[in-house]
């Protein structure tokens, strides 16, 4: 669990304020009109579900199982309880994609950390999975629409960030990768992108907003055998006990774990962006987004 310790850290540590009241308001999407009160379906929207692309029926499923077996802890809205972390804004489900992430947590608990191991099956875990995933999209989008007016921001201001303080020009150049990016997307969707690249829990079937996940954004995985042997790849999954990838000509490995054997290096790509969803204020938001839409 020491990997998902990692990265499960700066959850905690960078839960920003946010003024926003997330839960109070479930926005309209694609033009004017009122707003609309979560249904029945575990709080999620009929809106955020279309969204977010995960099967209803598995996510109707997925809300009452929550509902019985983790809301008491982490609330109704899995916005947080007594002990127990809020899951909408944490590091690890909003960069998990199909379950990644997430599931080995379900699937073994943290006994130490104050989470009992649940007892669940693959498919209840898969349920559960998908349900986390509308609401971490709802929540996204609610950050956008709050700030909807996306171009009112300053773009000299938001230069300055991307090249100061976000460090956006270390992975990014103007004139490289995000060339052109103010054509290829309304602001509002430019918006979302730049929250969130992941585009969508669904990523490997076409992402969030109907943008594919892109190469560059793939998780992938180092293992080395005690001989020195290693394989590496986009990573399957993993936990405790196993870890398995595709390696380069598509062939499957899977490893057992004991420990630290096989060593186990992950890399992904959009850890940084996941970690600095938190960090950016309001005005930080504004900024970038009027400049990113700038580059024409
Ligand atoms: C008895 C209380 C309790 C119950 C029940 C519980 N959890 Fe947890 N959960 C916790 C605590 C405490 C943590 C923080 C553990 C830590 O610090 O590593 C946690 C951590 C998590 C994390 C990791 C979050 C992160 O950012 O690292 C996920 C995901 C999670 N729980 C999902 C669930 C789901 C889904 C259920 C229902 C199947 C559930 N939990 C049931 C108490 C609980
Ligand atoms: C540690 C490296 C890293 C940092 C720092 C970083 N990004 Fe990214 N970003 C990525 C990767 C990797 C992708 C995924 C690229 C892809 O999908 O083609 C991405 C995707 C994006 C995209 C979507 C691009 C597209 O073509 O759809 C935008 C926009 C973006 N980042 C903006 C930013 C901004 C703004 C910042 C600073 C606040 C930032 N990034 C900081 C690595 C980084």
């Not at 992430?101 to 999975?129: C, F, H, K, W, Y």
């Amino acid at each position: 669990m020491r990997y998902l310790q990692r990265i499960a850290l700066p959850a905690v540590l960078l839960l920003a304020p946010t003024p926003i009241d997330l839960g109070a308001q479930e926005p309209t999407f694609g033009g004017a009109g009122p707003a609309r009160a979560a249904n029945d379906r575990g709080g999620v929207s009929a809106a955020a579900l279309a969204g977010s692309k995960e099967d209803p029926v598995a996510v109707d499923r997925g809300g009452k199982l929550y509902a019985t077996n983790c809301a008491g802890c982490h609330g109704a809205g899995a916005r947080g309880g007594v002990g127990a972390p809020d899951l909408v804004r944490s590091v690890l489900v909003l960069d998990d994609e199909k379950g990644i992430l997430i599931a080995p947590v379900l699937r073994d608990g943290r006994p130490d950390q104050g989470m009992p191991r649940p007892n669940l099956t693959e498919s209840q875990i898969a349920d559960i999975v998908a349900w986390l995933h509308v609401q971490t999209y709802a929540a996204g989008h609610r950050t956008t629409y709050a700030f909807q007016d996306v171009v009112t921001g300053d773009p000299k201001k938001g230069e300055a960030y991307f090249n100061g303080t976000g460090n956006c020009n270390t992975c990014h150049s103007v004139t490289g990768d995000l060339k052109g990016i103010g054509s290829r997307y309304e602001p509002f969707a430019l918006q979302s992108r730049w929250l969130q690249p992941r585009g969508g829990r669904g990523g490997g079937r076409g992402g969030r907003g109907g943008v594919a996940a892109s190469p560059r954004s793939i998780i992938t995985v180092t293992v080395t055998l005690p001989s020195g042997q290693s394989f590496s790849g986009p990573l399957d999954r993993i936990d405790d006990f196993n870890v398995s990838l595709r390696d380069s000509s598509g062939d499957y490995h899977s490893f057992a774990r004991d420990g630290a054997v096989p060593s186990i290096e992950i890399h992904d790509p959009l850890k940084a962006h996941a970690e600095m969803l938190a960090r950016y204020t309001d005005a930080d938001i504004h900024n970038v987004t009027a400049f990113l839409v700038t580059l024409k």
